[in-house]
């Protein structure tokens, strides 16, 4: 038998000392125990014996001169006491019974009825139950601990996906309060309308959805990229339940399109340099025998045709120039420099054009100069570049271009709006290839150029767009 059954120490509490003997007795009988039994004979001195918690196994008889057992266990149940407590009776009492045990008690036993044969199984059993509940409970708050101290967002939602319980990460993921999470459904939250649907039919098809690359929406409306794991338990009962878990992959993500944009900067530029270097062999040829030919020749006509070949030969020399320059990366001279005035740059130079199509401008400012290590002149050109795209893409008299600036922990968040054509999914991806461009005559290299110069400055850029509606550029700086 368990140590824990032969040697318990139990307490009897019960105010006449004959009844105490009469259960000690039949408890000291159990055969192969040694358990310690000690009576106590006052209610108050129960109480602090309850509060101590130093025994194993508590018998507390019905009747307690002015206060009852029920009392008692009333007094437990309000303390969250965890030992075992079974009430003593001396006449069976059904009411009394179903209301012991609603009130924790783990057995009901009648004096007049009690037994060698029935003590030991009442201590067995409450002893057995006791061990079970406690390892119950330590389960509970071990797993509890775990929910609410993760830093993935774990929830749990009805079948319909509403939510039933959630942790606190979902606040620094998502913005929301646990409060507000409660009355939403997980649905809600995700971007697309056919990832929704997908999330339904997947759970109702195979119960479950492992490792799911997902974009989620916050409060403040931006998406953060997330892997979504759930699974649906079913139990048979009403109270089935879908439970999930939400990992961040934002930053990942921002860390693989970097990269991504980088190793294509990298493929251009190794491009460009052979294309140049194979062209410029031949062109220099070209240039040194036109210069030959032009001592020679003195005829005007011959003379008019030899100057079209140079100035063309200047042209393309000129040309690859400047895709070199755009395939390398910008060498930059940085130093303290205010942001608002790197703007106000920006706003002053492309005012007539705002004026001349007679577009709305709207700029935020902090109320804190914001300073970053900059090259003052090249990082004008770069932000130039997206507010000419933006004038270029809205139309004329209802066009509105927003530009706002912000603090946020130790970087200065420059953000760039239009309410232009807008940009499609397919197209957005490829926005910073080199000689990708949506403009009749334009070459592609504009934003490449942008996006060199602000790598330079180790800033980030993100874009979101909605055909017919506009497109957002949000570039990110590290503050000085």
């Known amino acids: 038998m368990n140590q824990l059954y032969t040697n318990a120490k139990i307490l009897i509490i019960d105010d006449d000392e004959d009844d105490f003997l009469i259960t000690s007795e039949y408890i000291q009988s159990i055969p192969g125990n040694s358990y310690t039994i000690s009576w106590c004979k006052n209610y108050n001195e129960a109480l602090k014996e309850l509060h101590s918690a130093q025994r194993d196994l508590y018998f507390v008889d019905y009747r307690l001169g002015a206060k009852s057992g029920v009392d008692f266990l009333k007094e437990a149940l309000k303390f969250n006491f965890e030992e075992p407590i079974v009430l003593l009776t001396g006449k069976g009492n059904y009411e009394v019974d179903i209301e012991a ?21 009442c ?54 309060e646990k409060e507000e999470v409660m009355h939403m459904n997980l649905c809600t939250l995700i971007d697309q309308a056919q990832h929704r649907k997908f999330l339904q039919s997947a759970l109702e098809q195979r119960n479950e959805v492992n490792d799911w690359e997902v974009i989620l929406d916050t409060k403040d409306g931006e998406k953060k990229y997330c892997i979504l794991t759930v699974t649906l338990e079913d139990s048979g009962k009403e109270d089935g339940y879908v439970q999930g878990i939400i990992h961040d992959i934002t930053n990942l993500k921002k860390i693989e399109k970097a990269t991504l944009q980088g190793e294509k900067l990298a493929a251009a530029g190794r491009l460009v340099r052979t294309i140049a270097h194979e062209v410029r062999n031949p062109l220099n040829n070209i240039t040194l025998s036109i210069e030959q030919l032009q001592q020679d020749i003195k005829e005007d006509g011959p003379q008019l045709y030899m100057n079209i070949i ?48 007679h577009i709305k401008l709207q700029i935020s400012y902090p109320n804190d100069m914001l300073e970053i290590m900059a090259d003052r002149e090249k990082l004008k050109l770069a932000l130039l570049n997206i507010v000419i795209n933006a004038v270029e893409a809205m139309e004329e008299q209802t066009g509105q271009l927003s530009l706002s600036m912000q603090q946020l922990n130790n970087n200065a968040v420059v953000t ?31 934003l490449t150029f942008t996006l060199n110069i602000l790598q330079a400055h180790r800033a980030t850029i993100e874009v979101s767009s909605q055909q017919g509606k506009g497109t957002t550029f949000t570039i990110t700086f590290p503050l000085a």
């Open 123 to 176: 201590i067995r059993y409450a002893l057995e139950r006791s061990a079970s509940l406690k390892a119950l409970k330590a389960n509970e708050r071990k797993y509890r601990s775990i929910f609410e101290k993760s830093k993935d967002v774990v929830f749990v939602t009805d079948y319909s996906l509403n939510f039933k319980d959630v942790n606190e990460a979902v606040t620094g993921l998502l913005g929301y």
């Open 101 to 121: 045990m609603q009130l924790g008690a783990v057995d009901y036993l009648v004096k007049t009825e009690l037994t060698v044969e029935k003590m030991e199984r």
């Open 310 to 357: 140079q100035r063309n030969s200047k042209r393309i020399s000129d040309l690859i120039s400047e895709l070199l320059n755009t395939s390398r990366p910008s060498e930059n001279t940085l130093s303290k420099q205010i942001l608002q005035n790197i703007l106000d740059d920006v706003i002053a130079a492309s005012i007539d054009r705002l004026t001349l199509k």
């Open 416 to 446: 760039i709006s239009d309410n232009g054509s807008g940009i499609s999914d397919e197209n957005i991806s490829r926005l910073f290839e080199p000689y990708f461009t949506q403009k009749r005559n334009g070459m592609g290299l504009g």
